[in-house]
């Protein structure tokens, strides 16, 4: 159909039209609606202008921080280098709203979108980088996925349960865990393993041993003031995340804990500085490298119409370092 005719069906202009189409901004979030629904029951996904695709790859995060986003961006645009593109990074917090972030990055048109922990991008935009054959990659998804997205991710109940299975067999069996938030899937799956690991040796698994976090260095902090100041406090604690595990470092410091002799300390995702600390964590390492130049191939293997998995599950492996031992007895 031409633009003139999506344009009468909606009842708006056909300049309009086309600003939707090649997502421009300056339109009214509800008549964006309209029209996209319009251009939807008729077929129209194809844009109108076709340009020229850009020799980058896009990566999208919702911030970027000390956390695993850091060694993402860094391992990413290392395989978009050896691929022969250049990296493009947005970032969410920035202060744009999603929907124009993505309808900024369709508008430039990339050879791919890289997207870390974002599943909730609105189905406009999903449209939008199909109608343009743009492919996405989410990397590290944090909730459910669909079965058309392409995406890749880590087997983090196999982690959590090697690694809990690691602090049952040194001797301990009160384990405290600060847990991230319960609604994610990457917490649903730590968890799990979790649990598995210590159902399977009748370990205590009562309330008072668990905390939800968003998983913050502070709100961290806080949960492990609250487990260490119990009477009962527990042996080892397991810290969903190594910014985490730092921040029950220093609680466990300021309360004159000596690591690993008064408390055992384990981690998630092996990323800096757990190997400088004092003593160095034992942690699951998350492979940011592999994943990273999977998601990369996933969309040149798309772009060249060769065969490629649509999902990928990696495995994680327990680095033990020194910050664990066996309890001793009081």
Known sequence: MKVSEIAELAGVSASTVSKVIN??????????????EVLEENGYFKPLVSTKVSHTIELVLDHIDSDCTTAFTKEVSYWVQQA??????????AGLSIEHCFRNIIDRNPMGVVIHQITQIPEAEKKLLKSRNIPYVIL????????KAMWVSFDRWTGAFQITQYLISMGHRRIGIINGPADAQATISRYGGFLTAAHHEDIDTSDELEETTDLSPQS??????R????SDRPTAIFACNDQVATAVYRAAHERGLSIPDDLSVVGFEDIFPA??????????HQPFNSASRKAIEMIIDQRRNRKTENHVVLPMTIVK???VMRPIEH
């Open 275 to 284: 190997n400088y600390l004092d003593p160095p964590l034992t942690t699951v």
């Open 227 to 230: 487990l260490l100041d119990r």
């Open 140 to 147: 590290n998804p944090v909730t459910p996925l669909d079965d």
């Open 84 to 93: 022969g593109f250049a990296l493009t990074v947005t970032q969410l917090e």
């Open 321 to 323: 370092r020194g910050s």
């Open 23 to 36: 997502g421009r901004a300056g339109i009214a979030a509800e008549t964006r609606r309209h029209v996209e």
């Open 220 to 225: 961290g902090y806080e949960a492990a003031c």
